[in-house]
């Protein structure tokens, strides 16, 4: 059964550092390029960082750049996402994403909230 579990969100003031975690299984993890996605309310889901299989290669959006880092873990099966700097623009639900060709798996998501 494919399982992706993200940890790591919560409540922080503007300026401040989260590390979000998402540790999968049922799956060939190392085969996988990762993303994570976020969905603030009224909004639509979007691509905020995606790191390859290898691990050698990342993408971020605009917005993050220079403040979030996408990093993984192949012998754990983990991908975190370190977010310095936040600001309230970063508040939304984060999901895990988990991409090889046709095939998608999702996390359930992790709140993130930014006051201001």
């Known amino acids: 059964q494919v399982q992706l579990v993200e940890s790591g969100g919560g409540l922080v003031q503007t300026g401040g550092s989260l590390r979000l975690a998402c540790a999968a299984s049922?799956?060939?993890?190392?085969?996988?390029?990762m993303r994570w996605y976020r969905q603030a309310p009224g909004k639509e889901r979007e691509l905020v960082a995606s790191i390859a299989s290898a691990g050698g290669s990342t993408i971020y959006t605009d917005s993050v750049k220079g403040r979030f880092t996408i990093s993984r873990d192949n012998a754990k099966n983990t991908v975190y996402l370190q977010m310095n700097s936040l600001k309230p623009e970063d508040t939304a639900v984060y999901y895990c994403n988990a991409h090889w060709i046709y095939r998608n798996y999702w996390g359930q998501g992790t709140q993130v909230t930014v006051s201001s």
């Open positions: 049922g799956f060939t993890f190392s085969g996988y390029a």
